[in-house]
């Protein structure tokens, strides 16, 4: 029987579906495993080889998983909503969710193509109803929940209102927006508006003021990572910072948590300390500053309040609500254009990009310290949303402020008199630049802080601080609350409706509020979002349902919320919802999420190694603190599959004509290299007649060939369809099969690390398997498996490749298994093993990387089951033991011959034996020998002179 991979693999994959061989159940029997991609958004372009990656690797590991006993969830889904959809939908007109289907069709049949186990009864799509009417019901607890400081964990809001009615605010110690102070009383005499106002200090979800990056074109607010060289990344377009009213989410409640929460998982180091500095933990100290010649204060928060003595002048972010309020009339068109100039700039632009830009706006502010009068300039390297948007500038302690009063010609003055505060004496790594030239004497000139250390000297200060009444003590987080609102019509709907001005939820029983009709997808002509198209999109509270706007009477029917939620709105708790994904009472039943607990294998790339991670993380600790998720941390281990880099090819244009000369011969001609589509390339081999008809103005081309071939260039460049490298796996899996395409992605390179796709090596992969059929084969097709019981070498053979093939699997070193499966194949070969002992466990072991074949080969065995349902085999290190040891045997450090030895041979009885041996006798000859050099196991080196 011939090795027939398109036959085997169709087979197999419809077997699969038929005897449901991947649905999972929940098994108090077994121990779970959980193991989860994350959550693809399927375009149109489908997949390319890059991106079953992580897919395969997952894959392995869920099957090595099954194989060792565990009961193994391995969902899919799609992360279906998004701004491309929609796009394509303004372009074309064609609904966003056929657009969606279409793709999610392609995606699924280029999954199925490869074979991966994933339990397609649970599939998930976010644009379906039925799953984000629980993203909505997470929202509604969101907005009906506070964060309690004190309790550290989310708390219904209904408890807050009760403790405003008896205390006021009174000792709370709440997250909040702004700290706001009332008794009983005043709370009280408020009207439901302003009670409502208030509320939102609070929520958890919460309306409020906040910068973000807007996009005219698009008509809507972008995510930074959406947002590249100040355009957005889908069309190109303009984008600007605006101050807008936008639902957010309090993250910044659950920072400390979040922080925390880091010590408990299995993730790389790296991750979590982008992740640690992503949340920006920082103790220090608020600080009041006085206006001079004004009542206006402001605060600033320092981590290092022992240096005020050194400030020189203050620093505003452009969004603060301070600028418009200390601008000078004669600063005001300087300012003015600074602002318009700095909108065009994202946050992550202003952190990334070190150059210096500000304009001063005209006030001055005391220093509470020294009494003294500073300038207070505005410059984009100081954000709104970090700190209070306001900082007190110490230019011989901090590289920024360095910099910015280098260019402005501003003061720098050092701390310790004398001290040199060069360029040079920056301490990057510390980010301390004022060093003294004097030995021992810390760099801090007032008195009272002399002979101090940095710490004592920042408690001594924060200490001065709080006595004197000039600020607080606090800690401070980098993180941000999540915006919310996107105004898009491709999303979840809020499940929110306005009264009097204020947003009010609808009740759960009424979820899902469905995605009405539109008949535009642009946002209207006076700028409301797209849903601001829909004629059927008012609340009616009585009859509890969704009605025609004209029904609006602001009585009993209300217009409901007009923005969507943003992308990872329906990515950051999708893991809960693939156990139980059918449920229609609850987003996961209690006794499922007891026993799948979290997923304990999440892979994907690391571009999400803030955004989504963050979010999921607080969604999930959320829904911990209301009863839902059994444990804080959805993910337990964490692995960022590398990128696989496209391998490009060139022709060269001979300029000026339609003539193409080979790679080697270029240097004679003056040639233009050009892109060609790697499809039509055989190991750099052009398909000369493919070329041709690839493109009209290449149909009459002419080629200068070297040896009868046109030999391409080639580079490795990042995989995209504008350079022709995108490899489509379909084409793999067509011409070698999906077993090939499985083991040889990851025969690259580690699982971890980038690497360039190179179909030339594609060929060593294929015959492989064959040559691994042929153990079960012969030539003519004979099935010529035995029940002979294996010899001490084959059992050698097939426990070496169990051992290392289990120690790769657990560390994701699967390069090297591919290695090792190829060497265990060719020993047995050799040894003509065609013997069934060896060649049950031999499938068994490949079964994760190359399923398909090894299914049909099972079945060959004779087994009546799947090869899922066996058992992983273990290695016996007994037949691991050498018996006989290779010895190197060398001359003056030069290796000449190797010999045989027992593997407890004396070093003394190794030494008589090489010495005797004839062919020594040629090195030694006429030579003397000084010593001899029996290294166990290994070499034998011989002294002569």
Not at 363 to 386: H, K, M, Q, R
Not at 512 to 524: A, G, H, I, R, S
Not at 602 to 613: D, I, K, N
Not at 616 to 644: C, T, Y
Request: glycine share 6%; hydrophobic share 35%.
């Amino acid at each position: 029987m011939e090795y027939n991979f398109r036959e085997i693999e169709k087979k197999w994959q419809q077997r699969w579906v038929e005897e449901k061989t991947y649905q999972v159940k929940e098994d108090e029997t077994k121990q779970k495993y959980y193991v989860l991609n994350m959550f693809p958004y399927p375009s149109g372009a489908g997949l390319h080889v890059g991106h079953p990656l992580g897919y395969i690797a997952s894959d392995i590991y869920a099957r090595y998983k099954r194989l060792q006993g565990f009961n193994v969830l391995n969902p899919m889904g799609y992360d279906a909503y998004g701004l491309p959809a929609e796009q394509y939908a303004i372009q074309t007109g064609q609904h966003p969710a056929i657009t969606t289907i279409n793709n999610i069709d392609r995606y699924r049949e280029q999954l199925d193509k490869i074979g991966f186990c994933f339990d397609w009864s649970r599939e998930i799509r976010t644009c379906d109803p039925e799953y984000y009417h629980w993203t909505q019901w997470a929202f509604l607890k969101m907005f009906n929940s506070y964060y309690c400081n004190d309790e550290k964990q989310a708390r219904p809001i209904e408890e807050l209102i009760q403790a405003f009615e008896e205390v006021g605010t009174n000792g709370m110690n709440v997250a909040c927006s702004e700290e706001l102070s009332f008794t009983a009383e005043e709370w009280k005499a408020k009207s439901e508006k302003e009670k409502q106002e208030i509320l939102m200090n609070y929520r958890i979800a919460y309306l409020g003021e906040t910068m973000v990056n807007w996009c005219a074109q698009l008509g809507t607010v972008l995510a930074n990572d959406e947002v590249i060289d100040g355009v957005s990344e889908r069309g190109g377009f303009p984008v600007v910072q605006k101050k807008m009213r936008q639902w957010c989410l309090r993250v910044s409640a659950y920072s400390q948590r979040l922080l925390d929460g880091m010590d408990t998982i299995d993730w790389t180091d790296s991750l979590k300390e982008t992740q640690r500095n992503w949340i920006g933990r920082s103790e220090g100290a608020e600080v009041q500053f006085k206006v001079k010649d004004s009542d206006i204060e402001f605060t600033i928060f320092t981590t290092r309040a022992d240096t005020m003595f050194g400030v020189t002048f203050m620093v505003l972010a452009p969004e603060s609500e301070l600028v418009a309020q200390l601008t000078t009339a004669k600063q005001k068109d300087e300012v003015n254009a600074y602002l318009e100039r700095t909108k065009k700039r994202t946050e992550r632009e202003r952190i990334v990009d070190r150059s210096v830009t500000g304009v001063f706006s005209g006030s001055y502010a005391i220093n509470p310290f020294t009494g003294e009068a500073v300038p207070i300039w505005i410059s984009d390297y100081v954000l709104a949303g970090y700190g209070t948007g306001a900082i007190m500038a110490v230019p011989a302690h901090d590289s920024r402020d360095y910099a910015f009063a280098k260019h402005f010609g501003l003061e720098i003055r050092p701390l310790v008199e004398g001290c040199d505060v060069s360029e040079e004496s920056f301490d990057a790594k510390e980010g301390i630049v004022c060093n003294s030239p004097r030995p021992g004497v810390e760099p801090y000139c007032d008195l009272t802080l002399n002979g101090l250390t940095i710490k004592e000297a920042i408690e001594v200060t924060k200490k001065y601080v709080e006595e004197n009444n000039l600020g607080r003590v606090k800690v401070n987080y980098r993180l941000r609350d999540a915006t919310f609102s996107r105004q898009r019509y491709w999303g979840e709907p809020f499940p929110v409706y306005y009264k009097d001005g204020m947003p009010y939820v609808i009740d759960e029983s009424c979820l899902p509020l469905e995605l009405p009709e539109v008949d535009k997808f642009l946002p209207t002509e006076t700028g409301e979002p797209p849903l601001g198209h829909a004629t059927k999109w008012a609340w009616d509270t009585v009859n509890k349902c969704v009605v025609e706007n004209e029904k609006i009477d602001n009585v009993t029917v209300f217009p409901l919320e007009l923005n969507t939620m943003p992308g990872f709105a329906g990515s950051s708790a999708y893991y809960l919802r693939y156990m139980d994904p059918r449920n229609h009472k609850a987003l996961v039943d209690k006794k499922i999420d007891e026993y799948w607990k979290s997923v304990d294998l999440y892979v994907g790339g690391t571009e999400h190694a803030t955004g989504h991670l963050i979010y999921s993380r607080f969604w999930n600790k959320f829904l911990h603190d209301v009863g839902v998720s059994a444990v804080e941390e959805p993910f337990q281990k964490l692995v960022n599959q590398g990128m696989i880099q496209g391998r490009s090819n060139f022709v060269y244009r001979i300029k000026d004509t339609n003539k193409f000369v080979s790679l080697n011969l270029r240097d004679q001609y003056d040639t233009t290299p050009l892109h060609v589509d790697v499809n039509i390339v055989s190991n750099d081999i052009l398909d000369l007649e493919a070329f041709k008809a690839w493109r009209p103005e290449y149909a009459n081309a002419e080629f200068i060939l070297e040896d009868g071939k046109y030999i391409c260039g080639w580079a490795v460049e990042k995989m995209s369809k504008s350079m022709f490298n995108v490899v489509n796996p379909d084409m793999i899996v067509e011409k070698y099969g999906a077993d090939t395409l499985r083991m040889y992605e990851m025969f690259l390179g580690p699982v971890e690390q980038s690497k360039p796709w190179d179909t030339n090596g594609i060929d060593g992969v294929y015959r492989f398997i064959k040559k691994f059929w042929s153990l079960f084969y012969d030539r003519n097709g004979n099935y010529i498996v035995t029940d002979e019981p294996a010899t001490k070498e084959e059992l050698k053979a097939l426990h070496k490749l169990i051992k290392k093939v289990t120690g790769d699997i657990e560390q994701f070193s699967y390069n090297t298994s591919v290695s090792a499966f190829m060497i265990c194949v060719n020993e047995l070969f050799s040894l003509k093993c065609n013997k069934k002992e060896i060649l049950n466990e031999l499938v068994i072991t490949l079964a994760p990387f190359a399923p398909h074949v090894c299914e049909e080969l099972w079945d060959t065995l004779g087994h009546s089951t799947s090869v899922c349902d066996a058992q992983w085999p273990t290695y016996n290190e007994e037949y691991l033991v050498e018996d006989t040891i290779n010895y190197t045997i060398s001359f003056n450090g030069k290796a000449r011959f190797n010999m045989e030895f027992p593997a407890d041979e004396t070093s003394e009885a190794i030494q008589s034996t090489v010495l005797a041996d004839e062919r020594s006798a040629k090195w030694m000859e006429g030579k003397s020998v000084v010593k001899v050099i029996v290294v166990p196991k290994k070499i034998v080196n011989i002294v002569v002179k």
